[in-house]
């Protein structure tokens, strides 16, 4: 599924991650733990998710995510929990099992 939402006069494609994508976002998540390098904003800016994850789901560029504020990036995070139902619902399981 792909959606177009409409944030800061930027026109941004908001797809739904394919099982395969899941599986890769978990093994970097596992990846990540053992880093030293960590991105502490981009990291804990909103609860249980990324900006980098949130990025993976969008046309955006890696360096354009950063360009939106705090509220902007919630519209796109809302719409984004909307096309990706069953990957917010994998982390809300792994919050339950203290995995996140």
């Not at 982390?91 to 203290?98: D, E, M, R």
């Amino acid at each position: 599924m792909r959606v177009k939402i409409s944030i800061a006069e930027r026109l941004i494609t908001v797809r739904e991650l394919t099982v395969r994508e899941m599986r890769e976002w978990f093994q970097e998540l596992k990846t990540m733990a053992n880093t030293e390098q960590v991105d502490v904003i981009g990291n804990l800016l909103f609860e249980g998710i990324s900006l980098e994850t949130m990025r993976k789901m969008t046309n955006l560029a890696p360096d354009e995510i950063s360009q939106f504020t705090p509220s902007e990036l919630s519209s796109l995070l809302e719409k984004l929990k909307e096309v990706n139902p069953h990957f917010f619902g994998v982390l809300a399981h792994l919050k339950t099992l203290g995995a996140s």
